[in-house]
């Protein structure tokens, strides 16, 4: 699912393509993706982009009357920049939004159809739709600490980065990122962290955020977003497994979970050399599943 650093570059981009151009048409292609009936989709057409907004991780294009219309992702959803009145000539593509120098096209992969389109009037119905997370590139220290000692004693850090409804824009790649980065275990407890490993956590996320920011800036240049994945080879711990961590060499590792996500983190950098319980290794292995990076050895040679 693109998070924080790919929507912002995708609304550098759009901002760049459509701010202050007038969207002419919306073609849908598959009317499942319009969860909103009134008001219509049509009331858009014809008016200019005023502005783009991120809400957590959807992105909103503003136009006169206050009317929003409100692009969310989801996990296979992505943009493209084409040419104009491009052909949607088959089910990849969900919608277009049509101006005269060209069409943002609205794609989705695989079936499952889980991207969205909402149609919203007036700033109430918009922050109706906002997840409400905290805003932690501009939120002060103190704020952040504030949200992460509100939780329950029982939620790990992972939770907690990944709750739209706690964080805005982070997910799964990006929190095993970060925790990474902050040599934090992804089961650590979110009210239980100290003064210093609050203060640690939350300079991991600017740092983090910021460079693959930059990273992506310097790679779109003045085009727009072409390749937006979870998957980056140059991420340390996310997607990982089985490689060695960039910082101490250790082979990362994975929790997987029933909806087949997973997370991924350094035992040698975050868990003092424990190995986290895993369903499926524990299930298959039980009192034999690897517990310390010392029992790794000679697997991931």
Same mark, same amino acid.
């Given at each position: ?45 014809? =008016? ?14 503003? #136009? ?21 009145? #491009? =052909? ?31 149609? #919203? ?88 955020? =910021? ?74 292995? =039980? ?15």
């Amino acid at each position: 699912m693109p998070e924080l650093p790919d929507i912002t570059i995708y609304i550098e981009a759009l901002e760049k393509k459509t701010l202050g151009k007038k969207l002419n048409k919306v073609r849908l292609h598959h009317p499942f993706l319009l969860k909103t009936v009134e008001p219509p989709i049509s009331a858009v057409e014809g =008016k200019a982009v005023k502005q783009l907004r991120r809400i957590g991780k959807r992105i909103a294009f503003g #136009f006169d009357d206050e009317l929003w219309l409100v692009i969310h992702l989801m996990v296979a959803g992505r943009l493209q920049w084409q040419q104009p009145l #491009f =052909k949607l000539s088959s089910g990849y593509y969900l919608a277009a939004f049509d101006f005269d120098h060209g069409s943002v096209v609205f794609t989705e992969a695989g079936s499952k159809r889980m991207a969205t389109l909402h149609v #919203f009037q007036g700033e109430a119905a918009l922050a109706a739709h906002d997840p409400g997370g905290l805003e932690v590139m501009v939120a002060g220290l103190d704020q952040f600490k504030e949200v992460l000692r509100s939780r329950s004693k029982n939620i790990s850090i992972k939770k907690v980065l990944t709750d739209p409804k706690v964080i805005s824009g982070i997910g799964n790649s990006y929190s095993d990122e970060i925790l990474h980065r902050a040599r934090m275990s992804p089961f650590a407890i979110a009210k239980t962290l100290d003064d210093g490993e609050v203060r640690r956590l939350y300079e991991a996320i600017h740092s983090v955020m =910021k460079e693959w920011i930059d990273r992506f800036r310097h790679e779109v240049g003045d085009g727009f977003p072409g390749k937006v994945t979870a998957f980056r080879p140059e991420m340390a711990a996310h997607g990982k497994f089985g490689q060695p961590c960039p910082v101490c060499g250790a082979p990362i590792q994975r929790i997987r979970y029933a909806d087949m996500k997973e997370t991924n983190y350094c035992p040698g950098c975050q868990t003092e050399g424990r190995i986290l319980a895993d369903r499926v290794m524990s299930r298959l292995l =039980k009192d034999d599943r690897p517990k310390h990076l010392d029992d790794l050895k000679g697997l991931f040679d």
